[in-house]
């Protein structure tokens, strides 16, 4: 059984390409990763967005802890972006990823990358990190 969230759907789905990064915050298991991975991800492909063009790393998953790097997780975005139609990325757990809002920052200067992020520990809720994105999600 699938729960659906359309307020939370409807929010996420009124801010894509406003040029920022769009975070959802919220203790563990709450129900971030299912809402952009799952709700989310079926939401884009809806509405004709093609499936490779959503690009998806959950960043607590063992298999992609190379990702955290963010060499390598840059190295990998720009290999996917193969046209300049718009992409989603979507980065689970982002607060894994090694100097993480620099790489989001970089992330922004993509014209055609909208970008989603969850996050739930205190260094990614911290108001340094706030400060950052202050006016950028």
Not at 19 to 25: F, L, P, R
Not at 58 to 87: C, G, H, V
Not at 104 to 114: A, E, F, P
Request: hydrophobic letters at 40%; charged letters at 25%; one cysteine or more.
């Amino acid at each position: 059984m699938q729960i659906e969230r359309p307020g939370y759907i409807n929010e996420l789905s009124i801010r894509k390409h406003n040029g920022m990064i769009k975070v959802v915050t919220g203790i563990r298991r709450c129900g971030k990763s299912y809402l952009l991975l799952k709700l989310f991800h079926n939401e884009l492909l809806k509405s004709g967005v093609k499936d490779d063009h959503i690009l998806e790393i959950a960043l607590d998953d063992f298999d992609n802890i190379p990702m955290r790097k963010p060499e390598a997780l840059l190295s990998w975005l720009k290999s996917q972006l193969t046209d300049s139609l718009q992409y989603y990325l979507i980065l689970d757990e982002v607060q894994l990823l090694d100097h993480f809002v620099d790489v989001l920052n970089s992330c922004l200067h993509i014209d055609n990358l909208d970008v989603y992020v969850t996050g739930s520990n205190s260094r990614f809720l911290s108001t340094d990190v706030i400060t950052e994105f202050r006016g950028r999600g």
